[in-house]
């Protein structure tokens, strides 16, 4: 799978919908990430043009959340020539229990 290529199916991490310190946008950004993520390496790297795209969010929005994200220990973000790869630790692992 290319990164940034949607899944049609991910497992959705419940936990994360109800954290009451995430926002919708945070909710809704994760939740995009996971389901580009690579499932052997935990990892995606869409743009944020492409994150905006296909969630119709200002790239201001989209860079709140993954720093929200991050600060939380939700993610990891290593800069890119022309992208984030972000790593999904934490959706990786649930995967690996819910092959």
Same mark, same amino acid.
């Given at each position: 799978?290319?990164?940034?290529?949607?899944?049609? #199916?991910?497992? @959705?991490?419940? /936990? @994360?919908?109800?954290? &009451? !310190?995430? /926002?919708?946008?945070? !909710? &809704? &950004?994760? $939740?995009?990430?996971? /389901?580009?993520?690579?499932?052997? #390496?935990?990892?995606?790297?869409?743009?944020?043009?492409?994150?905006?795209?296909?969630?119709?969010?200002? !790239?201001? /929005?989209?860079? !709140?959340?993954?720093?929200?994200?991050?600060?939380?220990?939700? @993610?990891? &973000?290593?800069?890119?020539? $022309?992208?984030?790869?972000? $790593?999904?630790?934490?959706?990786? #692992?649930?995967?690996?229990?819910?092959?």
């Amino acid at each position: 799978m290319l990164h940034g290529q949607l899944n049609n #199916e991910f497992l @959705i991490d419940k /936990s @994360i919908l109800r954290d &009451v !310190r995430l /926002s919708a946008i945070d !909710r &809704v &950004v994760y $939740f995009y990430l996971a /389901s580009c993520m690579n499932h052997k #390496e935990g990892t995606c790297s869409p743009t944020y043009a492409t994150i905006k795209g296909h969630l119709g969010i200002s !790239r201001s /929005s989209i860079n !709140r959340a993954t720093k929200h994200l991050k600060r939380l220990k939700l @993610i990891k &973000v290593k800069r890119l020539a $022309f992208a984030n790869l972000y $790593f999904m630790t934490r959706q990786l #692992e649930l995967q690996a229990i819910n092959p």
